[in-house]
Nanobody, 114 residues
Framework: QVQLVESGGGLVQAGGSWRLSCVAS????????MGWFRRTPGKQRELVAA???????SYADSVKGRFTIYRDNANNTVYLQMNSLKPEDTAVYSC????????WGQGTQVTVSS
């Protein structure tokens, strides 16, 4: 089992920066990938960013050049640094971790005001 605890949700002005954190505990040695999804009411869930165990990284086109995902293996934490935020980035952001199954955090709300 893997437990994920997110933090960092909040309200930020458009153009600003914000960072989300996700701490993993439990059977973390088997994790192949970690990352972030987001969901906006009326829209499908979107994979925002993912980072593999070997360091491979991918981003949604909508956030490329603005968001950065990175991990601190010593502290079992993955971060999502969000810059140049836009109102359309407003969503519930959920951390996930995957090995043979996918584990989810509880989700955290990020609201970008115009």
């Amino acid at each position: 089992q893997v437990q994920l605890v997110e933090s960092g949700g909040g309200l930020v002005q458009a153009g600003g920066s914000w960072r989300l954190s996700c701490v993993a505990s439990g059977s973390i040695f088997s994790l192949n990938q970690m990352g972030w999804f987001r969901r906006t009411p009326g829209k499908q869930r979107e994979l925002v960013a993912a980072i593999g165990q070997g360091g491979s990284i991918s981003y949604a086109d909508s956030v490329k050049g603005r968001f950065t995902i990175y991990r601190d293996n010593a502290n079992n934490t993955v971060y999502l640094q969000m810059n140049s935020l836009k109102p359309e980035d407003t969503a519930v952001y959920s951390c996930y971790a995957a090995n043979l199954r996918v584990y989810w955090g509880q989700g955290t709300q990020v609201t970008v005001s115009s």
